[in-house]
């Protein structure tokens, strides 16, 4: 069975500095990979997907994402946080079988940034 | 909207009674989930349909809960004889067709279940 790790439940950010949030993933084979960013009392947000190809991803709000396949892990970055970027952020693992298994979760990790 | 639409926002009903939730996707989204997030359990997969089927119900998490969808497009999900442990944010997802599971999702506002 698929599985996702987000080790950090709360992570604290000067507004500025860099960010980096990680995941590591169990999965049989080539994942499809996510993250999402959920604002209280809202929806997730897409920001950003690993299918295959190049392993350094482009999202939106400025965070990319690298897919290390030797370490099974799928770290979001920022090179400098703003104070809206304060959310909590999911990392999620889609099975390449199709959509009917749904996406796997990881339990987040909860941003706070300190001005 | 273009967006996924979940009614109602907030609901709070007591223990015993059963709930509606229903969920609007994306226009020409063919995919449709059910996810329930919980502060004790996170982010959990309930149902997907594709089109207006559902091929696998095992992730609800009891026979009080039951989900349809018709049209291809609006779908409820429905608690009966809801229990204290049913409180949560229910949150409905939609994707645009694909041959496999790489088409990323697109979630709504939840509805948020208080069971008293």
């Known amino acids: 069975a698929q599985s996702v790790t987000q080790p950090d439940i709360h992570i604290t950010v000067s507004e500025g500095a860099s960010l980096e949030l990680r995941c590591n993933y169990s999965y049989g084979a080539t994942p499809y990979l996510f993250w999402y960013v959920q604002s209280p009392g809202q929806g997730l947000q897409l920001l950003l997907k690993?299918?295959?190809?190049?392993?350094l991803v482009q999202g939106i709000k400025g965070f990319e994402a690298e897919f290390k396949r030797s370490q099974s892990s799928f770290n979001l970055r920022k090179p400098s946080v703003h104070w809206s970027d304060a959310a909590e952020y999911f990392c999620a693992v889609g099975s390449s079988g199709g959509g009917a298994d749904g996406l796997t979760f990881g339990k987040g990790t909860h941003l706070i940034i300190q001005p | 909207g273009a967006g996924v639409s979940q009614s109602p926002s907030n609901k709070v009903t007591e223990k015993g009674k059963d709930v509606e939730l229903r969920c609007d996707p994306i226009?020409?989204?063919?995919?449709l989930y059910w996810y329930r997030q919980s502060l004790g359990q996170g982010l959990e997969f309930l149902i997907y349909f594709q089109g207006n089927s559902a091929p696998d119900k095992s992730g609800l998490p009891s026979d009080r809960f039951s989900a349809e969808r018709t049209g291809g497009s609006v779908s409820t999900l429905t608690i009966q004889r809801t229990q204290q442990e049913d409180s949560a944010v229910y949150l409905c997802a939609s994707s645009s067709p694909g041959s496999r599971g790489n088409q990323p999702q697109h979630f709504g506002d939840g509805t948020r279940l208080s069971i008293l």
């Open positions: 690993y299918f295959s190809g190049d392993t």
């Open positions: 226009s020409g989204h063919t995919a």
